[in-house]
């Protein structure tokens, strides 16, 4: 166990919805980085934040939005839905904002868009 | 532009023998690798990492990791393959606040 919590584990929305995906790091840990995993996109880094700012970001849509609050939980937000955004969505966490940390991840939230 | 290349989808390997997993990779100026592992319907778990320093790394679960800068490449080394190790593994490179993730390698590791 990676001490990393995501919920909900899985999720069937339909195109032009918005979703919301959860978070919670590892106790004691103050970054999160969000990460995207498709068949045919394979592991993508999305963001980081680190105690409730964001740090750098990488492939991730305007569509999509993130946060992270003062209880360090993040949210991932993505927004009028399309088919190729079915994917498995990761969180991971670390202690640091240093980027050479090891990451732990948590088990993903699967998006499927119908 | 800076990128991972796992070369070989798969690989298959009788427990016991030694295991190699390659990646190369492309990037200018320093590289900042990572080794990665995730077994079925789980997160990744980190393996081990290169930044600066020795070649040779040693990581968790006795994994260890050649990095080789004439070659760009930093393949994933075992002396004794396990049954449990068969899983997908993901070379990584940091360059540039960004995470690149090469395509993965399924390990089998037959009985």
């Known amino acids: 166990d990676s001490g990393v919590t995501q919920t909900p584990k899985h999720l069937i929305t339909a195109t032009g919805q918005r979703v919301t995906l959860r978070c919670s790091p590892r106790s004691g840990d103050l970054s999160v980085y969000w990460y995207q995993q498709s068949l045919d996109q394979g592991l993508q880094f999305l963001i980081h934040y680190y105690n409730g700012e964001e740090r750098a970001k990488g492939n991730i849509l305007e569509r999509f939005s993130a946060q992270q609050f003062p209880d360090l939980h993040s949210e991932l937000n993505l927004s009028s839905l399309e088919l190729g955004d079915s994917a498995l969505y990761f969180c991971?966490?670390?202690?640091?904002?240093?980027?050479?940390?090891?990451?732990?991840f948590g088990d993903g939230t699967r998006l499927s868009i119908l | 532009a800076q990128s991972v290349a796992q070369p070989e989808d798969q690989v298959n390997v009788a427990e016991g023998n030694p295991l190699t997993v390659k990646c190369t990779y492309s990037?200018?100026?320093?590289?900042?690798l990572f080794w990665y592992v995730q077994y079925p319907n789980r997160g990744l778990q980190f393996l081990l990492k290169y930044i600066t320093g020795d070649n040779l790394v040693k990581g968790s679960y006795g994994f260890e990791a050649e990095f080789n800068k004439s070659q760009t490449s930093f393949h994933l080394k075992k002396p004794s393959a396990l049954v449990s190790d068969s899983a997908l593994y993901f070379c990584v490179l940091y360059y540039g606040q960004n995470f690149v993730f090469g395509p993965g390698t399924r390990l089998s590791v037959l009985p």
């Open positions: 991971a966490s670390s202690p640091g904002d240093e980027w050479n940390q090891p990451q732990h």
């Open positions: 990037v200018s100026g320093n590289p900042y």
